[in-house]
């Protein structure tokens, strides 16, 4: 996986108000994290943040924030910690990042992906779950999978596969429960038939049928020809 490359700059001031100047500035403040400590405060430009969150890696991108200390030019490698976007607009409001070495392993999740189509669902009109999402994993930096592909063609109703049955390369390590279901095929939902018009009492006799006065006249109407015509 390639890092992307992003020009950072120190910040000194910190707060609400502070980070407002910034966003109204184009910018996004951010926190570099080391160890879980405070490594350093920056500002970086939220249309960057952006262009770096669309590659395929998504929010598993690698990072070289590049930026000045000092006079002099450095950098940090990170990788998205945590990220908060505004409520209502949706965008980008500060982002946490954890320094890494591309040298050591790290823990992140990376989504699941169905591909096929499950013969239960195909053939007998089944319901393809996807129960789990993300897989919890431990590789190096450069060494992260965009996502899991987990085929489906074989599945038929009642079956299901579970994270144990997932096929990753031999330098990824799975930490999620190997037990938990990822993906399983349901029965089709079954419409429940109509209640019927009559109603029944509790004794199993029909409740007696109620008529009106005009209705009541014509059937008495329609029995006094039948006798005519006796």
């Avoid at 926190?31 to 669309?54: F, M, P, R, T």
């Avoid at 320094?99 to 823990?107: K, R, V």
């Avoid at 994993?137 to 074989?154: F, G, H, W």
């Avoid at 209640?195 to 109407?221: D, H, L, M, N, S």
Wanted: charged share 35%.
């Amino acid at each position: 996986m390639a890092e992307i490359i992003i020009h950072a700059q120190q910040r000194e001031a910190t707060g609400k108000e502070a980070a407002k100047r910034l966003r109204n500035a184009g910018l996004a403040p951010v926190i570099v994290y080391k160890k879980g400590k405070i490594g350093v405060n920056l500002a970086v430009k939220s249309v960057d943040l952006i262009h770096a969150l669309h590659t395929s890696a998504g929010e598993n991108v690698i990072i070289k924030l590049e930026y000045e200390k000092d006079g002099k030019k450095t950098h940090k490698t990170v990788i998205i910690k945590e990220m908060q976007h505004h409520p209502i607009r949706g965008n980008i409001i500060h982002i946490d990042f954890s320094e890494i070495s591309l040298t050591q392993s790290i823990q992140v999740k990376v989504p699941i992906h169905p591909v096929g189509e499950a013969v239960g669902v195909k053939r007998d009109g089944g319901i393809l779950e996807h129960v789990l999402w993300e897989l919890d994993i431990e590789c190096l930096p450069t060494q992260i999978p965009e996502k899991i592909d987990v085929n489906v063609d074989e599945l038929e109703i009642g079956d299901s596969i579970h994270v144990k049955d997932l096929k990753v390369d031999n330098d990824i390590k799975i930490l999620t429960d190997p037990e938990e279901v990822v993906m399983i095929v349901e029965h089709p939902k079954i419409e429940e038939e109509p209640i019927a018009e009559e109603e029944v009492t509790e004794e199993g006799a029909k409740e007696p049928e109620v008529i009106g006065e005009k209705e009541r006249e014509e059937r008495q109407k329609e029995k006094g020809e039948t006798k005519t015509q006796e």
